[in-house]
T-cell receptor, first 110, second 115 residues
Framework: AQSVTQPDIHITVSEGASLELRCNYS??????LFWYVQSPGQGLQLLLK??????LVQGIKGFEAEFKRSQSSFNLRKPSVHWSDAAEYFC????????FGTGTRLTIIP | KAGVTQTPRYLIKTRGQQVTLSCSPI?????VSWYQQTPGQGLQFLFE???????NKGNFPGRFSGRQFSNSRSEMNVSTLELGDSALYLC??????????????FGEGSWLTVV
């Protein structure tokens, strides 16, 4: 069975600081991995995805993620956060259906 | 081009009633899937339709059903509503079947409150 763990429920960072959100997955084959962001009252917006190839994936809004098969991880990073990045972030894995992690809520302090 | 459109955006129903939610996928997309989001259970997969056929189904009771029309639009229905069905119901579309590696785009959801 596929599963996703996001160990951090809530993270607070200062504006301009770097960010790393953790994601660990369990999947029986080469995984399709995704990061989505959700602002309050909104749907999910895709930040980036990994299907194959280069393990460092670039996404929108300056985000990137690195696939590490040996660690079953797909951590999301951003070198400098902006106040508008405050939202909930979901990691997901799947091919026929998506299994989501429980999400990490990101708070930005000025 | 227009994104995934879900209607209605907000609705309130009474226990025991039934509800139908609608989803119009991105033009050209043939796969539509539905997810339920609640504070307690998070995001859970309901079902996926492709070319009017249900291909996958999540672990939900039979009160939850769906269908897809020839124009790829989809509806989901929940009968005999329970308080626990209160949730954000998200529809997602993709160009083709999920395991072909297509990007999945989500709508803004339908907020259902059961009282």
């Amino acid at each position: 069975a596929q599963s996703v763990t996001q160990p951090d429920i809530h993270i607070t960072v200062s504006e301009g600081a770097s960010l790393e959100l953790r994601c660990n997955y369990s999947y029986g084959a080469t995984p399709y991995l995704f990061w989505y962001v959700q602002s309050p009252g909104q749907g999910l917006q895709l930040l980036l995805k990994y299907f194959s190839g280069d393990t460092l994936v670039q996404g929108i809004k300056g985000f990137e993620a690195e696939f590490k098969r040996s660690q079953s991880s797909f951590n999301l990073r951003k070198p400098s956060v902006h106040w508008s990045d405050a939202a909930e972030y979901f990691c997901a894995v799947g091919a026929e259906k998506l299994t989501f992690g429980t999400g990490t809520r990101l708070t930005i302090i000025p | 081009k227009a994104g995934v459109t879900q209607t209605p955006r907000y609705l309130i129903k009474t226990r025991g009633q039934q509800v139908t939610l609608s989803c119009s996928p991105i033009s050209g997309h043939r796969s539509v899937s539905w997810y339920q989001q609640t504070p307690g259970q998070g995001l859970q997969f309901l079902f996926e339709y492709f070319s009017e056929t249900q291909r996958n189904k999540g672990n939900f009771p039979g009160r939850f059903s769906g269908r897809q029309f020839s124009n790829s639009r989809s509806e989901m229905n929940v009968s005999t509503l329970e308080l626990g069905d209160s949730a954000l119901y998200l529809c997602a579309s993709s160009l083709d079947i999920l395991y072909s590696g297509n990007t999945i785009y989500f709508g803004e959801g339908s907020w259902l409150t059961v009282v």
